[in-house]
């Protein structure tokens, strides 16, 4: 199921990431222009994720392929993004550096769950969706870096949304942890 439409909306996703980096290398293109056209491509890119799930249940193309691919993209979408705002200094390296490392250390737990066959033990909480919606929504706010609407000082409510996302990026990966750890126990015996 490479080739299915909620695969390739996932693909989208990974393809979109050198082209999001890319707009901020674009000597010609003003600084505002820049962040407009990265905000608008990570909103679009991002709202994939939403809609290839859901075709994949609608259109009953769902795989173990896509299952896997879709929270790899998801990562890859949010840490380059981070990466370029830490680049612009518009979000500091402490803060990136905490999702970052929980993305790949919760990954990585995941991983030996399922291979230890405890996967239902680390199984996605609301606790790490409501991370995901919190941080997916500061960094366009970041990204962007201006006033929109002439009202929403989108810099002072990203970085606030960031701070809370790496609040709930602790929060989740302790609760990840203490999920897997008498899995983890039994093992060590």
């Keep these: 199921m490479f080739l299915t439409i909620p695969t390739l909306l996932t693909w989208a996703r990974i393809v979109a990431i050198p082209l999001i980096v890319g707009v901020f290398y674009l000597p010609s293109v003003d600084v505002a222009t820049r962040n407009l056209v990265a905000t608008v491509m990570f909103v679009v890119f991002a709202a994939t994720d939403w809609l290839d799930g859901y075709l994949a249940r609608k259109l009953n193309q769902t795989s173990a392929f896509g299952a896997f691919l879709d929270p790899v993209a998801d990562k890859f979408l949010v840490c380059a993004a981070l990466l370029v705002l830490v680049h612009l200094q518009r979000v500091d390296v402490l803060i990136a550096l905490v999702i970052i490392g929980r993305e790949i250390a919760i990954s990585s737990l995941r991983e ?74 039994a093992k060590a015996r």
Excluded: C, N
């Design 112 to 185: 030996w769950m399922a291979q230890i066959g405890a996967s239902r033990s680390v199984a996605v909480h609301m606790l790490g969706k409501l991370k995901t919606t919190v941080q997916m929504v500061a960094i366009p706010f970041l990204l962007f870096d201006g006033v929109l609407f002439g009202v929403i000082d989108t810099s002072w409510w990203g970085t606030g949304l960031i701070i809370i996302a790496s609040v709930l990026t602790i929060w989740s990966m302790v609760y990840y942890l203490q999920k897997a750890l008498p899995e983890i126990r």
